[in-house]
Every structure is written in C-alpha cells, then in structure tokens.
C-alpha cells in the first residue's frame, strides 16, 4: 500500500480526528494542536498547549467533534484539563483522583468531558459550565480507554481490573459489568448500532452484543500489542494498529481476519483516524507523520484488467488489497467465473471437454481457481459411465457415483432421476396406506436398494405409514403446527409433495409478513405472523417480527394519545425507535430540553430547573436523568451558601438532605472537603449518616433550597 499523501509534524502524533467542519486536527506529545485542511494537508490553524506528554497509549488528549472544546491530562497526569479551542481559556479542571488521571473523552454531541483515573473513577463534567454532573460506576483499578457510541447514547470504559463499564447516556443508568478477558482491557470502539470491540494486553479482542451484555465473537490473528483502533465510515472494515507498525484489517460483518499485514509502517502507529468522504485511512506514527491511505487503492486499475479480461491480475490485486474483493468490479468478476463454471459443466456433461477447458482458460493462471478446474475435469472424467447407468436403468450405480461426484449432481440427469424417485416414491406411499398395496409399494422401489440416503427413507415409509396419514391430515386440515412437528421428528416425510408445499406456503408467508411490516400495516401483519407461528422453522423469526410489531404500536400509539411517558419509556429502552422519525423527534426534543435545564442547575435555580423539566417530571425513565439534575442544582446552592458565608448548622442540614435525596456520590464528597476548609469544626461523616440513592429519586422529592428542609 502507498500513501496517497503525507505530512511531518517532527514529534509523534498522540490525536488525530477530522472535525464536523472536515478539517483535520492533530495534536503532538507537547500539545502542539495544528488545525489542517484534511484534503491538501495545508495547515489553517492553530496553537500550543505546552503540555509535555511523556505516555499516550491511553487517550490523553481528545476533542469534541465540533472542534470547540478538548480535553488534556496535565504534564504530571495528577489533573485533567478542558479548554475552550477557540478562546484558548480554560473550562474545567479535574484534580479529585486519588492518583493520576488515566485519560480523557468528549461525547460526540460535546455535552460532557470525561476524566478517568487510576483510581478507577471516571468523572462526568458539564462542557459549558466545567461543573462535575455525574460519575460512571467505579473500577477497583485503572481506567484505561473510554469509548462513545456513534449516536452518544453509550459511554464505556474498560479498566486494568479487566471488566468494562456500560452507561447509558440517555436514562443516565449502568449496566451490568461485562467480563471475559483474563487481562488488562486496554482498548475499546463501538460499531454498528450494538457493538463493542475490547482488546485486552495479551492482545485478545473480544466482540460485545451491548444490548444483550455478551459475548458475539473473538478475533483471531493478534499477535502483537495493539495502539490504536478504527472503523471505515461504512462499518464494513475494522482496522487495528500495533505497536510494531502494522495494520491488521477485518470485516467487520464475518469478524474473518483479511490481512495481517495490511500496511506496515517503521515507526510505532500512535493514533488512527478514517476520512469517510475519500475512504482514506489517516495514521499518525511516533515519529511525527501523518500518513493518508486509499483503502481501495488499485480500484481503477481494476476497471482497466476486467476490460483486457486479465482476470489472474485481477485476482493479485485484491490478494495485494483484500478490500477491492469487496468492489462491484471485482464482484463482476466472481459472477464471470462462476457463470464460467456452470457453462462449462454444461459442455463437459455433453462431453465438449475442449469447449469447457477454452471457456475456462482465462483463470488458469490463478491457483486457487486452476485446483477448482482441474478437480472439475477429473470428476468428469466418469460422467460418462454415470450416463450409461442411468440409461441403462442401474439407478444404485448412478445414485453411488453422484454421490462419489456431488458435481454430477448439478446435472439435468441427475435432477431427472430425482425427479423420477419422488414420482416413484409418491406412488409408492399411496400403495403403501393400503395393506394390500404394499407389495405393490415395495416393487416400485426396488431400484432403489443399495442407495444408503434412499434406503432408510424406504424402510420408514414402510414401518411408519401411520405417521405419514397424520402428517396428511394434518396438512389437509392446515394444521401447520403439528405438519411442522412431524417433519421435525420424520425426515423422511421431507420426500412428499405436501412438504414441498409446506416449505413454499411458509417462504410466501414470511416475504408477505415482512412487507406487511414495511408498510407498517401491523394489523395484516400480525394475522400473517400468526399463521406463520405454526411453522417451527419461522418461531425465532416470527417472535423477533412480532416483538418489533409490539413496540412499535404502543410507542406510536402512546404518541397519538399523546402518552409521552409511556412513548419515552418505550423509546428510552429499545433503540430502534429512535431511529424513527418520530423518536429521533422526541429524543431531539428531549436533549435540547436537557441543555436548557443545564443553565439552571449550574445557578442552583430550582423554580427555574422545574419549569425548564416541566413536561418530563411524569415520565419515569426520565427520573435518573432529571434526579442527576436536581442533585447538581442542590450542589450549587450548598456551593453558594458556602461562599456567602451561611451559618455552618444549615450547610450540614443541606449536606444531610442531599443524602437522603440523592446517596453518597462524589459531588457531595468533594463538596464536604471544600466546606471543611471554610467550616474548621465540622464533625460530619458521610459514611455514618443516613442516606437514599439517586435510583429512588421522585420529583415529589422536590425542595425550593436543599438548606431549609
């Protein structure tokens, strides 16, 4: 692979990202931060921090999307720093680790900055106002890597104590702790609406289902440890960057590892970014070059090779670049040949070997293709005598060599004989229901003894002609449940027509259904589905369908009733109503609501935080959301009582209600040490009072000023 362009920064690369505004920002170990043009690499901006980064493989530095706002560790980790990019001041600073701050996050919609530590603390602070809101929940060590999904809902962080925290963004609630690594967990990337991938320091990547908490895949072929990973913008390819140089390339639909190798750079890779709009893969080294790769480099070459037929080159190049295997033009290819083959069984079945070896020719010279041709001509090889067996009415040596030769088996013969045994056996069974037929029956196929896959469906034709009566009844009466449970546990009643059928009336059902859901007709729908939930094969799929019906009624049934509890309650636990126009509406609504009600809580203005919240304190998934508000809104008031001097007896009256209220959490913590230092004979210990818990939290919990109840 050869770079398509390049740039020297002189000092390694610890950040790069390409902004909402498409420019590419990249930051140095010295928090030098150079704003580029990320199609020309011309510089536009920038400015230094001055900040001396002697270890990034965490995330030390990061950026809001909207190129506003980033976040740095200070030189000696000991605090985390949010600065404004465009006025150069500083927002908010993190000195509460027990330790030193281990990295730093910005979600994708710039509302929070995350700090992380080696305490295993990761501290949630309100971007505008630099005020702490919340914390995720603690690890019993490190915090290593953090990671956002693309929508913002999710925030995760893994840990040296080898689980990885969920969050949801949105009800603002944890999830279960996922565990399977055996070490360290030093790296983390959402994909795909659903999906985590974790790689932990032995180099082992797990894929996660975040929705049902487990485990999908484990990644094969790391051999070495990992510095930086990325997606393409499609999120088809995974790319994974070692501390040796090298990328390493997946799909990210199979999880098949397509290049160990995929690039190789001689310096340590330090950051990765991917330019959606040009497919460039953007690598940052430590010694100081950014570096753009086209992933579909020799693309166009390819449109030249399929005109001159030249298909080994063809075949080289995606080997070269395993990413053009997935091109249209290389798809083309792969039809070609397998339109190839198929005409050329068709020769070699009329015995025109030469015709078959001409058509074939152009991918001779590509070895895994020539294996394939040479097996096919050598199988030929007795096509002729499984043609005089057939003729010659031998049905169990014609049967024994197809079986030998599964490529036969394609054949128009072939199919005739299969033809002709299911002809056979439906006359068989209609003898066979009548004792005095069986004779009959078992004359009819004779032929067929000695033909293994045959013989055992024979015999139970023969000793379970009950079963096939039920079966026949059943189908009759449309009984498509107990039909479905008898194939299931009979195979051999797979040979009848009825189940051909069967299988045709159940396909028809399913595409029916599904269109039906499209159309969002659900009533038509869930009939169909109904009907289909008779079919044991579909049960998975019909509860999947029928489940997707289900939530998507009542949440727009609870929209035009204007139930907006209930519509936020269905919305804030599936995911896949926000993707509606409707509840991406909702969701919109709701996180502009939330930037509003921010203004209030950072001015302790409880009247103000009410009425901003006023049409979600009746929504119960809203209520850890709107609970993290109030608490933030009561720790500003005790912060103000504080520095207007309020006798120390209210200060620790509001210090106890918060705990009633809220429970024991950082915000309160941090601020008893600040009311400590004012309040010198304050005896309070938060570990021995009586406390509630933000989960419990109700809005009739609600007090004008957290001082005077």
């Not at 976040?71 to 027990?98: F, W």
């Amino acid at each position: 692979m050869e770079t398509v362009k390049n740039k020297s920064i002189s000092k390694p690369v610890i950040l790069l990202k390409i902004l909402k505004d498409d420019s590419l920002v990249a930051v140095d170990n010295y928090t030098t931060i150079r704003f580029f043009n990320k199609e020309t690499l011309e510089l536009k901006n920038g400015f230094k921090a001055n900040i001396h980064h002697k270890y990034y493989a965490n995330s030390v530095v990061a950026f809001s999307d909207n190129g506003k706002y980033f976040a740095t560790l200070s030189a000696d980790a000991r605090e985390s720093l949010l600065y404004n990019a465009q006025t150069k001041k500083r927002v908010a600073k993190v000195d509460r680790h027990q330790g030193e701050s281990s990295c730093v996050g910005i979600d994708p919609l710039s509302r929070y900055m995350f700090s992380c530590g080696d305490d295993g603390k990761t501290f949630a602070i309100d971007i505008k106002s630099g005020k702490l809101v919340f914390t995720l929940p603690a690890h019993a060590d490190t915090i290593t890597d953090i990671a956002f999904s693309k929508n913002a809902n999710w925030v995760a962080v893994s840990s040296y104590d080898r689980k990885i925290s969920l969050y949801n963004l949105v009800t603002m609630t944890p999830t279960n702790k996922l565990r399977a690594h055996s070490a360290p967990v030093m790296k983390l990337l959402f994909f795909n609406k659903r999906f985590l991938l974790s790689i932990d320091k032995r180099s082992s990547a797990i894929i996660w289902d975040v929705y049902e908490e487990k485990v999908v895949e484990r990644l094969q072929g790391i051999h070495d440890d990992v510095t930086q990973v990325t997606m393409s913008g499609d999120e088809k390819f995974l790319f994974i960057a070692t501390k040796l140089g090298y990328i390493l390339l997946y799909d990210l639909n199979t999880y098949e590892l397509l290049s160990g190798k995929y690039i190789k750079i001689v310096s340590p890779i330090t950051s990765l970014t991917f330019d959606n709009e040009n497919n460039y893969l953007v690598i940052g080294t430590q010694d100081g070059f950014i570096m753009y790769y086209d992933i579909y480099e020799g693309k166009d070459q390819l449109k030249i090779l399929l005109q001159k037929k030249d298909f080994d080159a063809i075949q080289k190049a995606s080997t070269f670049n395993p990413v053009l295997a997935y091109t249209d033009i290389h798809n083309l290819v792969s039809n070609f040949w397998e339109n190839s083959l198929q005409k050329a069984k068709l020769f070699l079945q009329k015995g025109e070997n030469e015709k078959a070896k001409l058509l074939l020719k152009n991918f001779e010279s590509i070895p895994t293709k020539n294996k394939v041709i040479q097996k096919l001509f050598r199988d030929y090889a007795e096509y002729e005598k499984f043609v005089r067996f057939a003729k010659e009415g031998k049905i169990s040596l014609a049967y024994n060599l197809a079986n030998s030769f599964p490529v036969y088996k394609e054949s128009k013969l072939y199919q005739a004989l299969e033809k002709k045994w299911k002809k056979d056996f439906t006359q068989a069974q209609k003898y066979s229901l009548d004792p005095k037929g069986m004779d009959t029956a078992k004359q009819i196929l004779a032929p067929y003894r000695g033909i293994s896959d045959k013989t055992v469906l024979i015999q139970d034709l023969f000793t379970k002609g009950e079963v096939y009566k039920r079966f026949r009844d059943a189908f009759g009466k449309k009984n498509f449940r107990i039909a479905s449970e008898l194939i299931r546990q009979y195979p051999f009643l797979k040979e009848f027509p009825e189940y051909d059928i069967l299988i045709k009336y159940g396909d028809n059902l399913y595409m029916k259904a599904r269109e039906l859901i499209e159309k969002e007709d659900y009533y038509h729908a869930i009939k169909t589905l109904r009907i289909l939930s008779d079919f044991l094969d579909f049960k998975d799929e019909v509860h999947l369908m029928l489940t997707e019906i289900e939530q998507k009624q009542k949440f727009f049934e609870a929209l035009e009733k204007e139930d907006f509890a209930k519509a936020y309650s269905l919305l804030d636990k599936i995911e896949a109503l926000q993707e509606t126009s409707e509840g991406q509406k909702l969701q919109d609504k709701w996180n502009t609501t939330l930037e509003h009600a921010k203004s209030f809580a950072v001015a302790g203005d409880v009247e103000g935080l009410k009425n901003a919240l006023k049409d979600y304190l009746k929504i119960p998934s809203k209520y850890m959301a709107i609970a993290t508000l109030f608490a933030w809104c009561y720790i500003s008031q005790l912060e103000k009582a504080v520095a207007k001097g309020v006798e120390q007896k209210k200060i620790e009256n509001g210090i106890k209600q918060y705990l009633l209220n809220f429970g024991y959490d950082e915000q309160i913590e941090g601020f008893l040490r600040k009311a400590k230092k004012k309040y010198r004979d304050m005896k309070l210990t938060l570990e021995l009072l009586p406390k509630g818990s933000l989960s419990m939290w109700r809005p009739s919990m609600i007090v004008d000023s957290i001082l005077e109840t």
